[in-house]
């Protein structure tokens, strides 16, 4: 039996684009997840949020709403930890239109492609793959 490391970090680097001609471009940390870190990510969400549930049982009243809500959003979100294969750790990018250098505002489950705004000059950036 091989010991995997169950989420491994790694850095790539992608192009930012935005209004001008100019690209920018972007440095972001992923954290990878094997098949069994996602499960176990995904249980582990699923307890908190049932637990929730379990807990709003002895609200009068609100319970009526907070157990279904809870139990439901536990359902959501195991189904899409499950999905995420990775999650973005850091983002640092200059921006191609003001030029400033920035950390950017996408951490979470990642995707090839990302809309972004600039901190500096709050236009809609484009983040691709280099």
């Known amino acids: 039996m091989t010991d995997r490391p169950q989420s491994a970090v790694m850095e790539r680097r992608y192009r930012l ?3 001008s001609d100019r690209e920018g471009e972007a ?3 992923l954290r990878s997840f094997d098949s069994p870190a996602r499960v176990k990510r995904a249980v582990a969400a699923l307890a908190v949020w049932w637990g929730a ?3 709003s049982l002895f609200i009068p009243v609100a319970h009526f709403l907070l157990v279904p809500g809870f139990l439901m959003f536990g359902l959501v979100t195991f189904v899409r930890r499950l999905k995420t294969s990775a999650v973005v750790v850091k983002a640092r990018g200059i921006c191609p239109d003001c030029g400033a250098e920035q950390d950017l505002d996408i951490l979470g489950s990642w995707s090839e492609s990302r809309d972004v705004t600039c901190r500096q000059c709050h236009r ?3 983040l ?3």
């Open 17 to 19: 684009t935005g209004y």
């Open 27 to 29: 440095l972001l940390q």
């Open 53 to 55: 549930a379990f807990l």
């Open 124 to 126: 809609s950036l484009r």
């Open 128 to 130: 691709t793959a280099a």
